[in-house]
T-cell receptor, first 114, second 112 residues
Framework: SAVISQKPSRDICQRGTSLTIQCQVDSQVTMMFWYRQQPGQSLTLIATANQGSEATYESGFVIDKFPISRPNLTFSTLTVSNMSPEDSSIYLC???????????FGQGTRLTVV | QKEVEQDPGPLSVPEGAIVSLNCTYSNSAFQYFMWYRQYSRKGPELLMYTYSSGNKEDGRFTAQVDKSSKYISLFIRDSQPSDSATYLCAMSGSRDYNKLIFGAGTRLAVHP
C-alpha cells in the first residue's frame, strides 16, 4: 500500500481564517479523496480530487468552502476557508488505484477552530 | 435512516474472547465491503476487503457478508489488548465503487 503523509497533523485556528492541508503520496495514484470525520461520527466524503481538473464535490460540500488542488498524481491540498467552530474535525486524505475499491488513508489532520 | 448502521459501542471484552462486530445497510447496490481499524489519533487502516457475499479469513480476522440480509460482520478470534481500537465498516456500489460509505465505528476495548 502507498505511504500517505498529511501536513499539518493538527492545528488550532481562529475563526474566519483559512487552513490548507497537504497530502503527499510516495507513489503515483489514480484516485485521491478528502474525507471529514467529525467528533463521534463516521467519515464523510467531501470530494474527489481530480488531477488537472476541478474536484468533484459531494452533496453538502462546495468549492468556495473547501477548495481542492491536485497538480499531479502524488499531491493534493484541501483548504478549509473562512473557518467556524463547526469546522472543527479530523480531515483525512485517502488514495486508491484504478479499478480497485481498496482505499488507504493518511493519519489525518485534527483541526480545532476557536 | 442512515445508509450504514453500526453500533458505536463501546464494547469491552477480556483478552482471548471472540469479538463480533456488525453493520447493517439499506442500499442493495452495495457490492464492496471493507473493515477498517482506527487507533486513537491515527488514520483508518484497511483490515479486510470483501466483494459481494461470502466469507474471508485472514489470520485471527474473519469477514462475512450476507447480502440477502444486508448484514456484514467482522469476527476477531483470540482478541488481544492490541486489538483495542475503533472498527469502521465501509461499503460502496459497483457504479461509484470509490465512494465509500462508512458506519459510525465501534469502539472496542480488550482488557488483559
Amino acid at each position: 500500500s502507498a505511504v500517505i503523509s498529511q501536513k499539518p497533523s493538527r492545528d488550532i485556528c481562529q475563526r474566519g481564517t483559512s487552513l490548507t492541508i497537504q497530502c503527499q503520496v510516495d507513489s503515483q495514484v489514480t484516485m485521491m479523496f478528502w474525507y471529514r470525520q467529525q467528533p463521534g461520527q463516521s467519515l464523510t466524503l467531501i470530494a474527489t480530487a481530480n488531477q488537472g481538473s476541478e474536484a468533484t464535490y459531494e452533496s453538502g460540500f462546495v468549492i468556495d468552502k473547501f477548495p481542492i488542488s491536485r497538480p499531479n498524481l502524488t499531491f493534493s491540498t484541501l483548504t478549509v476557508s473562512n473557518m467556524s467552530p463547526e469546522d472543527s474535525s479530523i480531515y483525512l486524505c485517502s488514495v486508491g488505484q484504478g479499478s480497485s475499491t481498496e482505499a488507504f488513508f493518511g493519519q489525518g489532520t485534527r483541526l480545532t477552530v476557536v | 435512516q442512515k445508509e450504514v448502521e453500526q453500533d458505536p459501542g463501546p464494547l469491552s471484552v477480556p483478552e482471548g474472547a471472540i469479538v463480533s462486530l456488525n453493520c447493517t445497510y439499506s442500499n442493495s447496490a452495495f457490492q464492496y465491503f471493507m473493515w477498517y481499524r482506527q487507533y486513537s489519533r491515527k488514520g483508518p487502516e484497511l483490515l479486510m476487503y470483501t466483494y459481494s457475499s461470502g466469507n474471508k479469513e485472514d489470520g485471527r480476522f474473519t469477514a462475512q457478508v450476507d447480502k440477502s440480509s444486508k448484514y456484514i460482520s467482522l469476527f476477531i478470534r483470540d482478541s488481544q489488548p492490541s486489538d483495542s481500537a475503533t472498527y469502521l465498516c465501509a461499503m460502496s456500489g459497483s457504479r461509484d465503487y470509490n465512494k465509500l460509505i462508512f458506519g459510525a465505528g465501534t469502539r472496542l476495548a480488550v482488557h488483559p
